[in-house]
């Protein structure tokens, strides 16, 4: 095995260090080298072919994230158990290194080029994307592969004291306002030119904002851009020591020879230039993009038959004068914008295309919509909200495992006019998507403030220029209209740039041909007094500082005025969700109540919803339960909300009150009444049945029963014993409640031997049935033995007497077996009846 050749470096303002790492892994690739920064470290690998793509009219560049689950220690957790499609962060991470990479390779490099990331170990602390992005230059500057010179890029955060830190752990992003990366490269001068810019709020940016941490404003962002530049010249210079090292130890890097690839001759150039200056300059005039692109489509096929007669000997001569007519296209926008300052649709250098926004187009259906149009750029989004168990599970390398907002961006074909395939969303409509959420996230209120999961889908109708703006747009406009307490209205818009002739000329409310023409793509999103999103790039080597402060300020001027026109639609979110939207309540209860709030095997729980309507949702973080409860009805959730406070803190009951109760379960010894919610008492079975000695609770009561009943006790344990309010429900009657012996048909009771209800039968009777003449006769059976008339009647001038010893064998018997259970009455032989035991 190889040795390995490294290079280490402070960080400067931190404790950290930085190393680059080359020599040992992946030693047939053209480049290899191992970034770290931490734990978090990230092998990155580039590769070019052998010669160029045939055709190709692009330079075909491929940037790869392999995130690995054994970097954090875990298993996939999909069924194959290993890692599937790329993760919408390795995508991020992949556009984040492609759009600084791309302008430092020759124009006329045409080889397929591929880098790819494989993320061998992340340290949840620092964020692995920056790491890469270091590694991919360093694998490139060392790889032979023309790239032009090495680049860097730093991530700062801005804290709520005002500062800016370099390589932000994933901590220090959380407990700042905003944070920023920036990509650069050096210049002939020694200074450093910004080459791409990605940028956005935090969650609780204006959370802080409300404490008094300083706002982000375009003061803020430019002392941001000039900050970075000294991690980026160093992190530079440490890829040249890695280089210097190679070389020394391997011999000098050989360059990769190339064939350089032209898309068009000199001649062909002159010749289109010659013939189709005047007729490109009128349709490059028309201000309709359908118009226009018809126009030109025409023009070009006209001057490609001209032009192709007198190449006929020239291989693939209608592709070279196709490119030619399209270059001599650029030529002519970017001389009229620089030269005349109009562009092409006729507009001023900094005017905003016609606006119009509408809120809840969708009406009643949707939670909530809004319809963006600025030109021929148009753009619904529709908001949905759901319970928190519909927030979406992440499973990356990042420590954050669910997200409860989620802005989606659609991009159909026919929104450009064209047919073609869709097969779910590609890089770009993730890209994207992920920038108008960024830019619309630090305004949405926290879950505690509203507990609702947002979905935000973003469909694009139409598109002319910054789709991903009017998204921005539209998402506030729906969210206002969904009744979400955002904190103001977000705007965004599209900046420009046509460097020409030793002029920076900025672009506002760029179209689509101006950026593809122009040199610069410059995004920003924000509220009326601070930046929530900023996304720049860049096709030329650099732009100066100077030029990107007069961008911001020039931008700040469109946003106001998109703004207006949206307050002019809604000014300030709806006082209540919609009427089909969810109505969502949560709160929270302690943790050892939620067993309580579920129930045995969610009884209590599925009652509740079942009874209400409502639907319940539990969960908890290890220390506190969280309770949320929604339904489309406002007092469905209030009802379910006020049963589940019931149970988490239930009211006691008074002793000797009387209470309508449910019969929530049965034993053998009784009945268990919900009296209170959250508060059961027992129905013992003695007090049951009047005088019949009850078998079973159910021959009286059934579960889900409804009772009155009284509560006789609450012993110190909380234990409560309850008796019926009426026992005539519950298998009695009046006289027996009463314990009367006004009925001379009734049997006497011994007052003496009181059993759970108060009385108690003799286990033994004494029966004398006598003969006509004999008035009465009474047999003693011991002392407090009932004397009862005999059941049934004796044959004339006969006396009988039916004795039981069950008293004596019962007492026996309990020394034995202990309980015997309830009694029953069962019939003897003749007409008599006694009690026994089952």
Known sequence: MAEAISVTGPIAGTDKTITFETGVLAGLANGAVTSRIGDTQVLVTATASNRPRDGASFFPLTVDIEERMYAVGRIPGSFFRREGRASDDAILTCRLIDRPLRPNFPSDFRHDTHVVGTILGADHVNPYDLVALNGASAALWLSGIPFECPLAGVRIAYSTDGEWIPFATHEESEAATFEMIVAGRQLSNGDIAVMMVEAGGTEKSFSYYAQGAPKVTEDVLASGLEASKQWIDDIIEMQKSLRRLVEEASGPIQPMEYTSTKDYSDEVLDRVREIAVDRMREVMAIADKAEREAAQSETSKAVIAEVAEEFADLDSAKDQISSAVRSLSKEIVRERIVADGFRIDGRATDEVRPLSSIAGYLGRTAHGSGLFQRGETQVLNVTTLAMSRMEQIVDTLNPQDRRRFMHHYNFPPYSTGEAGFMRGPKRREIGHGALAERAIFPVVP????????????????????????????????????????????????????????????????????????????????GTQDAITALQLDTKIEGIPAEVLTQALGQARQARLQILEVMRAAIAEPRPDVGEMAPKITSFEIPIDKIAEV?????????????????????????????????????????EAERQIRLIVNPPTPDVGATYEGRVVNITKFGAFVNVLPGTDGLLHISKLGGRRRLSSVEEVLELGAVISVIVEEIDPNGKISLSPADPTQVGGSEGDAEGSNDDASAPRRDRGRGGDNGTRRSRTRVTAAVTAGRADASAGAGDGDDVAPASGSAPSGTAREDVSFGEHFEQIAKGVYGDLGPEVEQTGRGSGRRRGRR
């Not at 672009?507 to 410059?522: Q, R, V």
């Not at 509740?608 to 009805?633: K, L, P, R, W």
């Open 446 to 525: 926290s879950k505690e403030d509203f507990p609702y999961t947002i979905r935000l889908v973003s469909d694009v109708l139409s598109s002319n220029g910054s789709t991903s703006m009017g998204s921005v747009c539209a998402a506030s406009l729906s969210l206002m209209d969904a009744g979400v307490p955002i904190i103001d209205h977000v705007a965004g818009v599209a900046m420009g740039l046509v460097y020409a002739d030793g002029q920076y000329v900025t672009l506002t409310d760029i179209l689509g041909a101006e950026d593809a023409f122009g040199d610069m793509d410059f995004k920003i999103a």
């Open 598 to 638: 579920i129930g045995p095997r969610g009884k209590v729980i599925n009652s509740i919803q079942e009874e209400t309507g409502a639907d319940i949702n539990v969960d908890d973080d290890g220390t506190v339960g969280t309770v949320s409860i929604g339904a489309t009805d406002r007092e469905v959730v209030a």
